[in-house]
């Protein structure tokens, strides 16, 4: 038993974790090809994560991009997010990447001066 703890405290000593708070981006929506803002927060575990944090976020700029802004509302769309940036991670940067948790992930809503227009005339003002 002691020499199994001798093998997995160096490992578990090295695990950090990272935390992007309010990250934000524009991708394209399904439904109407337009971009829609996305806003999320992670926590990323992993070795070395904090010291690489840019290589880290580079990795996650380029794999959010491959998805719709629809597609990661849902929960297939979240884990595939979750799977793609640790596999990309580790293919373009060797960032060894344990677990990613999302504590945030929204798309905010822009209504255009049409649509508020159209709103406020359902709700009787503006005759």
């Known amino acids: 038993m002691k020499k199994l ?12 974790m990272l935390t992007l708070d309010h ?14 803002e ?33 597609d990661l509302l849902t929960s297939k769309g979240k884990e595939a997010l979750k799977s ?5 991670a580790a293919k373009k940067y060797g960032v060894d990447i344990d677990e990613v948790y999302i504590q945030k992930l929204m798309m905010e ?5 049409d649509e508020i227009v159209s709103a406020l005339k359902k709700e009787g003002c503006c005759k």
Request: hydrophobic fraction near 45%; proline fraction near 4%; glycine fraction near 2%.
């Open 5 to 16: 703890l001798i093998f997995i405290l160096p490992l578990m000593l090295s695990a950090q």
């Open 23 to 36: 990250f934000t981006t524009d991708l394209f929506s399904k439904i109407d090809k337009s971009p829609k």
């Open 38 to 70: 996305i806003t999320l927060s992670l926590m990323i575990e992993g070795r070395y994560v904090e010291d690489e944090n840019y290589k880290v976020i580079d990795a996650l700029n380029v794999v959010i991009g491959s998805f719709y802004a629809e």
């Open 84 to 88: 793609a940036l640790i596999n990309y």
């Open 109 to 113: 809503q822009n209504p255009s001066a």
